[in-house]
């Protein structure tokens, strides 16, 4: 998976850095977590299936002869993932 490391860093920091008497815990806490659900959510995934592994929809049930790479991020993977 391809995570955005420096955008979290930068969330972080930028949580941290505005710090200060008015801000409680709760809304630190919100920041903190809405930063890493953003992080985890934008994530590229991507997997190879190898080859003779995966049943292939056809009359015998052929296995895949090939490997098949399957990519998929938060515009292209469907509710529940990849079926």
């Given at each position: 998976m391809a995570l955005d490391k420096a955008g979290l860093k930068a969330a972080f920091q930028s949580v941290f850095e505005d710090l200060d008497a008015g801000k409680t815990a709760e809304q630190a806490a919100t920041q903190l977590s809405d930063a890493i659900d953003t992080y985890v959510k934008?994530?590229?995934?991507?997997?190879?299936?190898?080859?003779?592994?995966?049943?292939?929809?056809?009359?015998a049930g052929v296995p895949n002869p090939v490997p098949i790479p399957l990519t998929g991020g938060p515009s292209t993977v469907p509710p529940g993932g990849l079926s």
């Amino acid at each position: 998976m391809a995570l955005d490391k420096a955008g979290l860093k930068a969330a972080f920091q930028s949580v941290f850095e505005d710090l200060d008497a008015g801000k409680t815990a709760e809304q630190a806490a919100t920041q903190l977590s809405d930063a890493i659900d953003t992080y985890v959510k934008t994530a590229l995934a991507t997997v190879n299936v190898p080859a003779g592994t995966f049943l292939i929809a056809a009359t015998a049930g052929v296995p895949n002869p090939v490997p098949i790479p399957l990519t998929g991020g938060p515009s292209t993977v469907p509710p529940g993932g990849l079926s």
